[in-house]
């Protein structure tokens, strides 16, 4: 199988798993603001926002 036939197949599981809403516009749209404004947070707003995700990556480069 391709990388073009693995995508297809991959978009199709989708399709099924959205119930055949096919409303691909207004969710990209959605993941797009959302992805924005992640990433013109600043580093303040980010230490707030996701501490546990933060102090993860402190322990495990710790470790390393």
């Known amino acids: ?3 073009v036939t693995a995508n297809s197949a991959h978009l199709e599981n ?3 798993d959205l ?3 096919g409303d691909y516009g207004a969710i990209t ?7 924005d404004a992640e ?3 600043g580093l303040k707003e980010a230490l707030r926002r996701y501490p546990k995700a933060i102090m993860w990556s402190v322990i495990l480069s710790g470790a390393m």
């Open 1 to 3: 199988m391709n990388k």
């Open 14 to 16: 989708v399709k099924a």
């Open 19 to 21: 119930g055949g809403a």
């Open 29 to 35: 749209a959605e993941a797009q603001i959302h992805q």
């Open 39 to 41: 990433h013109t947070m």
